[in-house]
Nanobody, 124 residues
Framework: QVQLVESGGGLVQAGGSLRLSCAAS????????MGWFRQAPGKERQFVAQ????????YYADSVKGRFTISRDNGKNTVYLQMNSLKPEDTAVYYC?????????????????WGQGTQVTVSS
């Protein structure tokens, strides 16, 4: 089992920045691929970003490419999502996810482990 706890959400004006953190506990953190998803009200959960064990493979959704940066610190069992140039359409609950498969981290029904989510609200 892997337990994931997100933090860092909040209210920010358009154009601002936030950094989300996801602290993992349980099984060996470094063996898992890590990712971020988000779910806006009335919409399906969608993929945002993912990172491989070593950080050597990183993928982003087109909607956040160039604005968001995912990273991980295996020594701290933590994955981060730096969000810059935020837009109102980025408003959502952001979820951290973990899985041993990179492909399963691309779809909302895939990951084996989820955090409880953290709210990000971007005002215009």
């Amino acid at each position: 089992q892997v337990q994931l706890v997100e933090s860092g959400g909040g209210l920010v004006q358009a154009g601002g920045s936030l950094r989300l953190s996801c602290a993992a506990s349980g099984r060996t953190f470094s063996r898992y691929y890590m990712g971020w998803f988000r779910q806006a009200p009335g919409k399906e959960r969608q993929f945002v970003a993912q990172i491989s064990w070593t950080g050597g493979r990183i993928y982003y959704a087109d909607s956040v490419k160039g604005r968001f940066t995912i990273s991980r610190d295996n020594g701290k069992n933590t994955v981060y999502l730096q969000m810059n140039s935020l837009k109102p359409e980025d408003t959502a609950v952001y979820y951290c996810a973990a899985d041993e498969s990179l492909s399963r981290l691309r779809i909302a029904s895939g990951p084996a482990y989820w955090g409880q989510g953290t709210q990000v609200t971007v005002s215009s």
